[in-house]
């Protein structure tokens, strides 16, 4: 992803893995999505045992020959990004602002939390 920019000033840097504000939002309608990897891992699992990786690869990435020369890790995190949608999502350190990711990469809404209504 690399560097966003909030309206705050604030650079968000995204460069590496395990950032604690960054996250992940899928929405309920695909989350079954989520679930069906499991199942597609699992056959890729069959699959090695019986020397068919190669079929297992033409029927989850079609003819696409790049995937051919994927490990079987990288086969499962590109799985992953083909059949789940995912918005990313990222919390500003600096404002608090949430960064909502829209649609396509790089389009990112903003949002700030709304002040407690007094009760005095
Ligand atoms: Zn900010």
């Not at 560097?3 to 705050?8: D, I």
Request: negative net charge; aromatic residues 10%.
């Amino acid at each position: 992803m690399g560097k966003l920019l909030c309206k705050c000033g604030h650079v968000i840097v995204d460069q590496t893995d395990d950032l604690p504000y960054k996250g992940y939002f899928i929405k309920d309608t695909h989350v079954e999505e989520l679930y069906e990897i499991f199942d597609h891992i699992k056959d890729l699992i069959e699959a090695l045992k019986v020397n068919k990786r190669e079929e297992w690869v033409v029927r989850n990435f079609g003819n696409e020959p790049y995937a051919l020369e994927l490990s079987d890790a990288d086969l499962i995190h590109d799985l992953w990004l083909r059949k789940v949608k995912v918005s990313t999502i990222y919390n500003c350190e600096h404002c608090g602002r949430i960064l909502f990711e829209q649609g396509g990469e790089n389009r990112f809404k903003t949002y700030i939390e709304e002040p407690d209504e007094a009760h005095n």
